[in-house]
């Protein structure tokens, strides 16, 4: 069974560095086609997808937040960590990690962890 | 970017009938196109991927349909479960894009 889950802060301040984790189980990143990749929601509006990050360590980024984020890869531990520069309040959302699953040839994202609510706020 | 749009933003359906949502994209992303649905304060779920191939243990009332532009999500008899937001995504082009999602709400 794959699980995964998000952890990090639940208030930041504005223009501080924010650092999730998402440490996952059931699949090791380590089998071609897997990735885990992040997705956020602001309350009440659409997702957005953030990054990406595959088993060969390639990495995919937002156009419009990539000078901002870095995903990063522990595979021993079993965990992605996602970092976003000077955030702002409309960065507040809840965050997502997910799986991009090999049935689907690392397509999309086919499981999801709960997510973690995220205010920005001095 | 590929824009998707999906409509109606929201829908008001009673148990049993079928309903339909549509989603459409700027330009063509062939069939690689997704739906999920999200229940209040939950993660999105996968249901349907490549436009029609439904997620293993979905039930089989829900349904999707286009290719291209125009996609359709159908669910053939509503169940009290069904009643969330509907998302779609496009997958053939980075940067992944979804639309604004659609909620059923109960009549």
């Known amino acids: 069974q794959i699980t995964l889950k998000e952890s990090g802060p639940t208030l930041v301040k504005p223009k501080q560095t924010l650092t999730l984790t998402c440490t996952f189980s059931?699949?090791?990143?380590?089998?071609?086609?897997?990735?885990v990749g992040w997705i956020r929601q602001p309350p009440g509006k659409a997702l957005e997808w953030l990054a990406l990050?595959?088993?060969?360590?390639?990495?995919r980024y937002s156009p419009s937040l990539k000078g901002r984020l870095t995903i990063t890869k522990d595979t021993s531990k079993n965990q992605v960590v996602l970092t976003m520069a000077n955030m702002d309040p409309v960065d507040a959302a809840s965050y997502y990690c997910a799986y991009w699953g090999v049935q689907t040839g690392g397509a999309l994202p086919t499981s999801w962890g709960q997510g973690t609510l995220l205010t920005v706020s001095s | 970017d590929i824009q998707m749009t999906q409509s109606p933003s929201t829908l008001s359906a009673s148990v049993g009938d079928r309903v339909t949502i549509t989603c459409r994209a700027s330009?063509?992303?062939?069939?690689?196109l997704a739906w999920y649905q999200q229940k209040p304060g939950k993660a999105p779920k996968l249901l349907i991927y490549k436009a029609s191939t439904l997620e293993s243990g979905v039930p089989s009332r829900f349904s999707g349909g286009g290719s291209g532009t125009e996609f359709t999500l159908t669910i053939s008899s509503l169940q009290p479960d069904d009643f969330a937001t509907y998302h779609c995504q496009q997958y053939n082009t980075y940067p992944l894009t979804f639309g604004g999602g659609t909620k059923v709400e109960i009549k």
């Open positions: 330009q063509t992303i062939s069939s690689w």
């Open positions: 059931g699949f090791s990143l380590r089998t071609s086609g897997e990735g």
């Open positions: 990050i595959y088993w060969d360590d390639d990495k």
